[in-house]
């Protein structure tokens, strides 16, 4: 029994002059195809290099161009030349000039001999298997593809769509179920034999002439028209990507196509010097009839392929950046957004850190700039605290900082004063982890003592925006976790919406509290409240805030409470 080989060439001819002289050299007979868009002088190198062996061939050259006809004629002209002038050869193996032999011809041999009677090659029907990537399935047979897909792209497309709007329908030869697979086979010589020898040949060949890849379906539908048993599997290693398009081996695939125990393998890249050192070394080879298994490294394969189309969880890749949708989660790990405690507090980030440990910031959006924890002006992975810089893509400046800092909780407050862009960003994040005080943002307004006539215009925008702000939060869109308390409702119960935050973050110390943050002294915020509803505004968020009596009202011009004014929270 001996298998011989079929080689279609088109590039890195002195690789393939290497392959078809090991397969030479083990008594195997070659013939080989050179596209004819290949220059002279590459083609008589080629025919130079190889002239030693007796059993090599070249057959007719084509000009072939992928996803056309020119394949399967090419595949014809070599094979026929194999099968008419080498009749000791059992089985046909169709190869590139990017394939690598892995294993010594003497096991191929035998495991081809263990197996009379079967033909390997892949092939499935377009009903049981979605086998296109990014392309045509079923309307590859029915349709008309006379431009190339490469080369005339939109003639392709417009054709495509013009027959589609048409209803066309080309009628499948009587007796022919179309099927797909891999280009790579094995087959015997009676199948093949067969196949080249069909009285309906004519017809047949007229037919995918204008079938879109035809070499993925030409042989893989007529093998189960003349084989006996057919292995719908390709003795080929050859991976591809989610786009359709094959994985290259380098160097460092060594060990893994070893242990895949396949024949061969495509596609190899021509200066992988050490791959075509270490399997076209017969000394090297050792005698093995272990089974072909190339799903022992599928799962390598799945997972650089989940790599390549989703990338790591919060890292987005310059090449997917500009689509949105395609990242892997919008942030690496969870973070907390606090919004109107700051306002609330004395001192909140560092009580915050205190009781959690996490690194606690400022506003991280500010107008002015990052106000990034301990004043600093830089941060990890040399974020600058430049408002200019962060608000060309504050999404981009989010994402950093929590990659930046993986394994330690990011926390920053924010409120309407803000940047406000970031906020939808943040609010389909899951990682988010949002608690919001409404209405806290006038806080700082009754503390600032000015006269509520001129603190009315500004505490109406902010208003505004807050109010923005909440209604898209409560979409169910929304993934982040969000917490809303009105201002009202947290001053009368502070202890849950504190605990909630601390939970939320994952607290340090123990479960009871055992320091509590200084509130600000709120001492006649109702009776603010009501002088800004005087003004003509209607401070709504802050929930059904009480007004104090009139004693403790504030007047205008009146300074900010002291700290020795301001209680502390019982908690």
Same mark, same amino acid.
């Given at each position: 029994?001996?298998?011989?080989?079929?080689?279609?060439?088109h590039?890195?001819?002195?690789?393939?002059a290497?392959?078809?002289?090991?397969?030479?050299? %083990?008594?195997?007979?070659v013939?080989?195809?050179?596209d004819?868009?290949?220059?002279?002088?590459?083609?008589?190198?080629?025919?130079?290099a190889?002239?030693?062996?007796?059993?090599?061939?070249?057959?007719r050259?084509?000009r072939c161009?992928?996803?056309?006809?020119s394949?399967?004629?090419?595949?014809?002209?070599?094979?026929?030349?194999?099968?008419?002038?080498?009749?000791? %050869?059992?089985?046909?193996?169709?190869?590139?000039?990017?394939?690598?032999?892995?294993?010594?011809?003497?096991?191929l041999?035998?495991?081809?001999?263990?197996?009379?009677?079967t033909?390997f090659?892949?092939?499935?029907?377009?009903?049981?298997?979605?086998?296109?990537?990014?392309?045509?399935?079923?309307?590859?047979?029915?349709?008309?593809?006379?431009?190339a897909?490469k080369?005339?792209?939109?003639?392709?497309?417009?054709?495509?769509?013009?027959?589609?709007?048409?209803?066309?329908?080309?009628?499948?030869?009587?007796?022919?179920?179309?099927?797909?697979?891999?280009?790579?086979?094995?087959?015997?010589?009676?199948?093949?034999?067969?196949?080249?020898?069909?009285?309906?040949?004519?017809?047949i060949?007229?037919?995918?002439?204008?079938?879109?890849?035809?070499?993925?379906?030409?042989?893989?539908?007529?093998?189960?028209?003349?084989?006996?048993?057919?292995?719908?599997?390709?003795?080929?290693?050859a991976?591809?990507?989610?786009?359709?398009?094959p994985?290259?081996?380098?160097?460092?695939?060594?060990?893994?196509?070893?242990?895949?125990?396949?024949?061969?393998?495509?596609?190899?890249?021509?200066?992988?010097d050490?791959?075509?050192?270490?399997?076209?070394?017969?000394?090297?080879?050792?005698?093995?009839?272990?089974?072909?298994?190339?799903?022992?490294?599928?799962?390598?394969?799945?997972?650089?392929?989940?790599?390549?189309?989703?990338?790591?969880?919060?890292?987005?890749?310059?090449?997917?950046?500009?689509?949105?949708?395609?990242?892997?989660?919008?942030?690496?790990?969870?973070?907390?957004?606090?919004?109107?405690?700051?306002?609330?507090?004395?001192?909140?980030?560092?009580?915050?850190?205190?009781?959690?440990?996490?690194?606690?910031?400022?506003?991280?959006f500010?107008?002015?700039?990052a106000?990034?924890?301990?004043?600093?002006?830089?941060?990890?992975?040399?974020?600058?605290?430049?408002?200019a810089?962060?608000?060309?893509?504050?999404?981009?400046?989010?994402?950093?900082?929590?990659?930046?800092?993986?394994?330690?909780?990011?926390?920053?407050?924010?409120?309407?004063?803000?940047?406000?862009?970031?906020?939808?960003?943040?609010a %389909?994040?899951?990682?988010?982890?949002?608690?919001?005080?409404?209405?806290?943002w006038?806080?700082?307004?009754?503390?600032?003592?000015?006269?509520?006539?001129?603190?009315?215009?500004?505490?109406?925008?902010?208003q505004?925006?807050?109010a923005?702000?909440?209604?898209?939060?409560?979409?169910?869109?929304?993934?982040?976790?969000?917490?809303?308390?009105?201002?009202?409702d947290?001053?009368?119960?502070?202890?849950?919406?504190?605990?909630?935050?601390?939970?939320?973050?994952?607290?340090?110390?123990?479960?009871?509290?055992?320091?509590?943050?200084?509130?600000?002294?709120?001492?006649?915020?109702?009776?603010?409240?009501?002088?800004?509803?005087?003004?003509?505004?209607h401070?709504?968020?802050?929930?059904?805030?009480?007004?104090?009596?009139?004693?403790?009202?504030?007047?205008?011009?009146?300074?900010?409470p002291?700290?020795?004014?301001?209680?502390?929270?019982?908690?």
């Amino acid at each position: 029994m001996t298998v011989g080989f079929v080689m279609l060439c088109h590039e890195a001819l002195d690789r393939a002059a290497q392959v078809a002289g090991y397969w030479a050299r %083990a008594g195997c007979p070659v013939v080989l195809h050179v596209d004819a868009r290949v220059g002279q002088r590459d083609y008589d190198a080629l025919v130079a290099a190889v002239s030693g062996y007796r059993d090599v061939r070249f057959s007719r050259r084509l000009r072939c161009e992928w996803g056309t006809w020119s394949l399967v004629e090419a595949t014809q002209a070599a094979a026929e030349m194999l099968l008419a002038e080498f009749p000791r %050869a059992s089985h046909v193996f169709l190869a590139s000039g990017a394939c690598l032999p892995l294993r010594p011809v003497a096991e191929l041999n035998a495991y081809l001999g263990a197996r009379p009677g079967t033909d390997f090659i892949e092939s499935v029907t377009t009903e049981d298997v979605a086998w296109a990537a990014g392309g045509l399935d079923r309307e590859r047979f029915s349709l008309r593809f006379p431009f190339a897909w490469k080369r005339h792209r939109r003639l392709f497309d417009a054709y495509v769509e013009l027959q589609r709007r048409l209803r066309v329908a080309r009628t499948i030869p009587e007796g022919l179920v179309p099927h797909l697979g891999a280009q790579w086979w094995c087959l015997r010589r009676e199948t093949l034999t067969a196949i080249l020898s069909d009285p309906a040949r004519p017809q047949i060949d007229r037919y995918f002439r204008r079938v879109w890849i035809p070499d993925e379906s030409y042989f893989q539908t007529l093998v189960r028209r003349h084989g006996a048993r057919v292995e719908s599997r390709s003795l080929t290693l050859a991976k591809f990507d989610y786009q359709g398009k094959p994985h290259v081996f380098y160097d460092d695939h060594l060990q893994l196509l070893r242990d895949s125990n396949c024949f061969v393998a495509r596609k190899i890249w021509p200066r992988a010097d050490r791959l075509y050192h270490a399997f076209l070394n017969e000394a090297a080879q050792a005698q093995s009839a272990a089974e072909p298994r190339p799903d022992k490294i599928d799962r390598l394969f799945l997972r650089a392929v989940r790599r390549r189309t989703r990338g790591r969880g919060g890292l987005c890749m310059v090449s997917r950046f500009p689509r949105d949708g395609w990242e892997n989660g919008r942030s690496s790990n969870p973070y907390s957004v606090i919004e109107g405690l700051g306002e609330l507090f004395h001192d909140f980030p560092d009580w915050l850190r205190r009781e959690t440990g996490a690194q606690v910031h400022g506003h991280l959006f500010a107008p002015g700039r990052a106000e990034f924890a301990g004043g600093e002006r830089h941060f990890a992975g040399a974020l600058s605290d430049s408002a200019a810089l962060r608000d060309y893509r504050p999404e981009a400046f989010l994402t950093s900082l929590i990659w930046n800092t993986r394994g330690e909780r990011q926390c920053f407050l924010f409120g309407p004063r803000d940047t406000q862009r970031i906020g939808h960003w943040v609010a %389909a994040d899951p990682n988010a982890d949002i608690t919001v005080v409404s209405g806290a943002w006038a806080v700082p307004l009754f503390l600032s003592g000015r006269p509520v006539a001129k603190v009315r215009k500004e505490a109406a925008r902010l208003q505004k925006i807050e109010a923005r702000h909440l209604n898209h939060l409560r979409r169910h869109q929304v993934r982040a976790r969000v917490r809303i308390w009105t201002l009202a409702d947290f001053v009368e119960t502070p202890m849950e919406p504190l605990r909630s935050v601390l939970d939320g973050i994952g607290r340090r110390s123990a479960p009871r509290l055992t320091e509590a943050p200084r509130m600000v002294d709120l001492a006649g915020f109702g009776a603010f409240l009501q002088a800004l509803r005087n003004e003509g505004m209607h401070p709504h968020l802050m929930g059904d805030f009480p007004v104090e009596p009139a004693a403790a009202s504030p007047r205008p011009g009146r300074a900010a409470p002291t700290d020795d004014d301001r209680p502390h929270v019982a908690l």
